[in-house]
């Protein structure tokens, strides 16, 4: 049977490539996004891929969304928790809805998806749920309080339902993506871009398909011994202790 592989904010930038590789590999994919009916419509056509929307922080339309995806393709057995959003600027200017709106998009994200998948999940005895973090979760970031607490608790998430899941066959991991080249990253201003480009040891920004790749490999039976990981990859920006 094939296996149904939901990736959030699956319709741009590194969730695009992460939908495109794991399709690739055979899945059946369903990209769900938000905001960007005209990206989503093209997307769609360009790939193929079925694409679903609704608000990932919104506890109700998750639950009703999966639903959705699994009548219409099947149980899902591989959950991409990518959607991600930014409201940058220095923590003693932030308002609380741009706190509040980043938590709630970036980690509350993490329960309402992941919620409304793993009961299936545990009685099927199999899943694969990776979470992306950021090297901001690892390091912190002037500037991005807010997203640097939320990508953090996206780790510690892992690591806790890695445990409580291993036994039931179902493997949960994060991904640290470094700088990226995306339409986030497009948006800086150039010198800024220029900037974070020369801090990067390998002299560039990353791929989005070099981060699909890892997603496709701990999704794949390969990865089966690879639980509560968090794989960072950033050109040797930061380097992370274990």
């Known amino acids: 049977m094939t296996d149904i592989a939901l990736v959030t904010g699956g319709t741009r930038g590194i969730g695009a490539a992460i939908a495109r590789s794991l399709k690739a590999e055979?899945?059946?994919v369903a990209a769900v996004y938000h905001g960007n009916d005209a990206a989503a419509a093209?997307?769609?056509?360009?790939?193929?891929?079925s694409v679903f929307k609704w608000d990932v922080a919104d506890e109700a339309a998750c639950r009703d969304g999966v639903a959705q995806v699994e009548e219409r393709l099947g149980p899902v057995s591989?959950?991409?928790?990518?959607?991600?959003i930014t409201r940058d600027g220095v923590f003693h200017k932030m308002s609380w809805d741009n706190w509040r709106s980043v938590l709630a998009t970036n980690l509350d994200s993490m329960f309402t998806m992941t919620r409304a998948i793993i009961e299936g999940m545990r009685?099927?005895?199999?899943?694969?749920?990776?979470n992306i973090s950021s090297i901001n979760g690892q390091k912190g970031q002037i500037g991005q309080v807010n997203y640097s607490a939320a990508k953090a608790g996206v780790i510690g998430f892992t690591k806790a339902l890695a445990q409580e899941n291993a036994a039931r066959g179902i493997t949960v991991n994060a991904v640290c993506p470094g700088y990226v080249d995306t339409d986030m990253v497009a948006a800086v201003k150039e010198e800024v871009?220029?900037?974070i480009i020369a801090g990067i040891p390998v002299g560039r920004l990353g791929d989005p398909d070099e981060v699909a790749q890892a997603v496709s490999y701990l999704a794949s039976p390969k990865a089966a011994f690879c639980t509560g990981s968090v794989l960072t990859i950033n050109g040797g920006q930061y380097i992370a202790n274990g």
């Open 123 to 130: 009685e099927r005895r199999f899943g694969r749920i990776i």
């Open 42 to 49: 093209r997307f769609k056509q360009d790939t193929g891929i």
């Open 26 to 28: 055979g899945h059946e």
């Open 193 to 195: 871009r220029a900037g």
């Open 78 to 84: 591989i959950l991409i928790n990518n959607a991600g």
